[in-house]
């Protein structure tokens, strides 16, 4: 039975979904699964749930705060668990990782985005020197869509890539009947005959409620309820010093949900709203299409390959005024196409992003490594 070792510094919201997933398919195929994770959020004890080894890793988000203190303690793990694998998940885990093994270990790598995506100036070119510093201890990225892929062999990280791209378990997540869907909206709180447009996810930055908040009030009209459902920095930030877009009405802050409440909001919504400033592959809009509902993202990575124009659609990134033009139009077409959408949305996820391929994937790009030792 091989061992595989997965590093995460995410604890919470989709990186931490995707390890779930692959560990538990992984243990479920034959393999013996450790991972090393911060305690701070659900990772580590929904993994153990699955039977996965878990290992106290107490790594922080910020790049080059307490590398020297997670490397030592990514040894210990490593002496106990003894890997014929590794699997880094995001950028902190590249970082610890990589500048500990040093190719002594066969290496996988999964960004969940790029580093360098996420900054500007001084310090995206740092994070860009890097990624291409690291490639000589890399084996092999697990670019979780084709786009990720295609952004870093255009920035000069030549690898060895596989492709498994983000994928859902379609026979859990699925659409609701409607009746049962207008139960849940009025559990909810969702008021007969609105038009509910929710976004969901970490309260931050990179995924761009402040750019949703700047589009809405072109984006608002009568019955229209938006609907941010998450927590983070912003949530805070918001809540102490809300922006004056927030006291209007039609806007509702929801604060943090669980996973299964986040997948009920996202099947009562009529449409969902993806306004990220960069990603890998976003889990959300292919949650949301498996429940039926439409999406409207920012044509950030990874986006275009989920959304086709029968269930939704794709705005530049950053610009608020083509955000709340693209809800308009999605929203003001008849009846009867917004029902066709809904159908047509289960459609494209269904047999094209299943989280069984994602598996397969990983597991054949896994075993091919762990047979070089």
Known sequence: MPTVLYVSQPTITGVAQCVLDWTSGLSQRGWDVALACPTDGWLGMACAREGVRTFAWEAVRQPYVGVRRETTRLRQIMNIVRPDVVHLQGSKAGLSGRLLLRGSIPTAFSPHSWSFEAADGAIGAAALRWERV????????????????????????????????????????????????????????????????????????????????????????????????????????????????????????????ERADALRWLAAADLVVMPSRWEGMALVPLESLAVGTPVIASDVTGASEAVAADCGAVVPPGDPAALAAGINAWLGQPADELAAARLAARTRVVGKFELSQTVDIIDATLTALAEQR
């Open 134 to 257: 690291a490639t000589r201890w890399t084996d092999v990225v697990v670019a979780v869509s084709e786009a990720e892929c295609a952004d870093g062999l255009a920035n000069g990280i030549d690898v060895p890539y596989v492709v498994a791209r983000n994928g859902i378990d379609t026979t859990a997540v699925a659409p609701l009947a409607e009746a049962d869907r207008e139960t849940l909206r009025a559990e909810l709180g969702i008021a007969p005959g609105t038009t509910a447009v929710v976004c969901l996810g970490r309260l931050h930055r990179q995924k761009g409620q402040d750019v949703l908040l700047a589009a809405w009030p072109a984006a608002a009209a009568p019955g229209r309820q938006l609907y941010l459902v998450g927590d983070g920095p912003l949530y805070d930030e918001w809540t102490a010093e809300p922006p004056a877009v927030l006291a209007a009405e039609g806007i509702e802050l929801v604060g943090g949900v």
